[in-house]
């Protein structure tokens, strides 16, 4: 998304990380904020590059991992696998590359592109406790650029270049506690998840949630307790675009990242880049905060993104989708959406595919794309070398598929593969040698 939009470049994630990097998140979240910064700034071991980047938290347990158990530990994410970890022992039996290493910061998709177009580090603060070294060498976005941002800053330069790596869903996932739940899960039409988000559907025994499960009574009486994320959000932006593409003009209540509470009547015109929920929804911050909270409320429902919603052991419903087929969240759900999926961007250094409401009566209906930003002109040749070799290794190996795959993601279809493999090999450049 554009690096002028008006973002709130200090909300963050819950899952903040630094792949590769982070010792806290081997041994659990028990580090304290001094003890991250000191592991965050601890320069590259000697001889090898490092590869420091920031963006959405989508991505966050494919690219460094989230957990402490497989498959969503460090160990054996994208890039404790194919660059050098730290310590070593995130990446056992060693790198596919040993002369790089990646850093990340999971913060928010527009946090992380002001980093990439001032070429500025995100600081450490009270809540973003863990940062990247300078310099700034890529960003993650769920939200494609448009072209228009300009690079403010060096010492890397030229007109960014933008490729899909992954493709993810966004799952509804709830709290079973007091509920009746089918075999398979609960299902929603169309109808419902809309009126559940809309707010005009309120109770587990709701009439409409009832015929979406055969007349099964899911609860006698039990509030339904949404819980919405608090911060920006690339979950927010995928789940109101989706929503707004199903549903046109029904949804009002806006599409975007950001997210804010009804005050009286929905405002109009909506703000820009904002979702107005119902203020009685209950929100956290992050993926990781708004998992929590539904494990610990009783008939709590709430957007996470599948890996997240995995790794938290929590259900997820059968929804609906426009072929008005129910299809339960998984990499092939997921990966069915993109089927025949065709870059939509006329520049031939960026790829964008976007995919709403999805026609495939085999496809799961909330899915986006996600999208590593780099630079054309980079000041060291071995970064920009290392972008290369890591984006052959990961749109082109069976192990990089079966990693994503593990831990709840979809490989892209090949041939957007093929593409974004020939857009880096081509315009990601080292300055002496464009």
Do not use: C
Request: no cysteine; hydrophobic share 40%.
């Amino acid at each position: 998304m554009a690096f002028y939009r008006d973002h709130q470049l200090t909300h963050l994630a819950s899952s903040i990380s630094v792949f590769a990097i982070t010792i806290g998140l081997v041994v659990g979240q028990s580090a304290t904020h001094k003890s991250l910064a000191q592991t965050s700034t601890t320069p590259a071991p000697s001889g090898v590059t490092s590869i420091n980047g920031s963006g959405g938290g989508s991505v966050n347990t494919l690219l460094v991992g989230t957990g402490t158990t497989s498959p969503y530990a460090p160990q054996g994410s994208w890039f404790n696998t194919y660059g050098v970890g730290n310590p070593k022992t995130l990446n056992p039996p060693g790198a596919v590359n040993p002369l790089v290493t990646f850093r990340y910061a999971a913060i928010n998709s527009s946090a992380g592109l002001a980093a990439f177009f001032t070429q500025t580090p995100p600081p450490l603060t009270a809540t973003n406790t863990a940062t990247i070294l300078r310099p700034v060498s890529f960003a993650d976005s769920d939200d494609p650029i448009t072209g228009t941002e300009k690079l403010s800053a060096g010492p890397n330069a030229g007109i960014p270049i933008q490729v899909p790596v992954i493709t993810y869903g966004v799952a509804l996932a709830y709290n079973s506690s007091g509920l009746n739940v089918p075999v398979g899960g609960i299902k929603f039409s169309r109808a419902t998840y809309l009126g559940i988000f809309n707010g005009t559907i309120t109770n587990w025994n709701d009439a409409k949630i009832k015929a979406d499960n055969g007349g099964r009574t899911i609860a006698v009486n039990k509030p339904i307790v949404v819980v919405r994320r608090s911060d920006n959000s690339a979950n927010t932006f995928t789940l109101s675009n989706n929503l707004k593409a199903a549903f046109g003009a029904i949804w009002n209540r806006g599409v975007g990242e950001k997210s804010i509470a009804q005050a009286g009547g929905i405002p109009n015109p909506l703000p820009a880049n904002t979702v107005v929920w119902p203020a009685n929804f209950q929100f956290a911050s992050g993926s990781k905060g708004v998992a929590t909270k539904i494990k610990t409320t009783a008939g709590a429902i709430g957007y996470v993104d599948n890996s997240t919603r995995l790794a938290n052991g929590l259900q997820a419903a059968v929804l609906q989708n426009k072929a008005g087929t129910y299809n339960s969240i998984s990499p092939t759900s997921i990966r069915n959406a993109f089927v025949g999926a065709t870059d939509q961007d006329a520049s031939p250094r960026r790829i964008k595919i976007v995919v709403t409401d999805p026609t495939a009566a085999n496809a799961y209906p909330l899915v986006s794309a996600s999208y590593l930003v780099f630079y054309d002109k980079y000041a060291d040749v071995k970064v920009a070398n290392g972008i290369k070799g890591f984006i052959g290794w990961a749109l082109g190996t069976t192990a990089a598929d079966n990693i994503a795959t593990d831990r709840g993601y979809a490989p892209l279809p090949t041939a957007i593969k093929t593409l974004s493999k020939g857009v880096v090999n081509t315009y990601v450049n080292d300055a002496l040698n464009p």
